[in-house]
T-cell receptor, first 112, second 113 residues
């Protein structure tokens, strides 16, 4: 079974600062896809960013970017210029056989 | 774009009672559909997924079942609820290329008393 490890149950950051959330995973496949989702207090699951494993370039979406280290099976999320609206649970999720496998999540708090 | 409707939003049911949660999808056809459960403060666990009408795959043995009577309708059921069935249930839809993301409904919070 594929496992996903998010080693930081909770993180906090000062507003406008940068924070990095870590994620490692295991897989025997060479081509796959990785996603980060956020879940604010409303509990709606919102796609943040995705990465194709065959692409060496790290994905970027506005203030969100990833550091994808394929050999290390690491997929961290960097949030720049943190805003109060970024407060949420963040989940790393590799896609395998058309199914997302979720980590346990990191709760991110933004301090004003 | 896809819209996923789930109802009810919250539900309180006694142990031993039946359950039926419904999910319908708009804005797409022939999607893959998923039921996930989330325990308090935890990640999402995949319960069932479906690639087409009448095609259901179960990911974990449990007290629940799923059905897909129509292309864009996915139902989660139980004949007799257990306390351990309490949780937050999310329906998701996926359509398009392999790397397409899942789109989620707003979820149902189920409390079994």
């Amino acid at each position: 079974a594929q496992t996903v490890t998010q080693s930081q149950p909770e993180m906090s950051v000062q507003e406008a600062e940068t924070v990095t959330l870590s994620c490692t995973y295991d897989t025997s496949e060479s081509d796959y896809y990785l996603f980060w989702y956020k879940q604010p207090p409303s509990r709606q699951m919102i796609l943040v960013i995705r990465q194709e494993a065959y692409k060496q370039q790290n994905a970027t979406e506005n203030r969100f970017s990833v550091n994808f280290q394929k050999a290390a099976k690491s997929f961290s999320l960097k949030i720049s210029d943190s805003q109060l609206g970024d407060a949420a649970m963040y989940f790393c999720a590799p896609l395998r056989a058309q199914k997302l496998v979720f980590g346990q999540g990191t709760r991110l708090t933004i301090n004003p | 774009s896809q819209t996923i409707h789930q109802w009810p939003a919250t539900l309180v049911q006694p142990v031993g009672s039946p359950l039926s949660l419904e999910c319908t999808v708009e804005g797409t056809s022939n999607p893959n559909l998923y039921w996930y459960r989330q325990a308090a403060g935890r990640g999402l666990q995949l319960l069932f997924y479906s690639v087409g009408i009448g095609q259901i795959s179960s990911e974990v043995p449990q007290n629940l079942s799923a059905s897909r009577p129509q292309d864009r309708q996915f139902i989660l059921s139980s004949k007799k609820l257990l306390l351990s069935d309490s949780g937050f249930y999310l329906c998701a839809s996926k359509q398009g290329p392999y790397n397409s993301p899942l789109h989620f409904g707003n979820g149902t919070r189920l409390t079994v008393t």
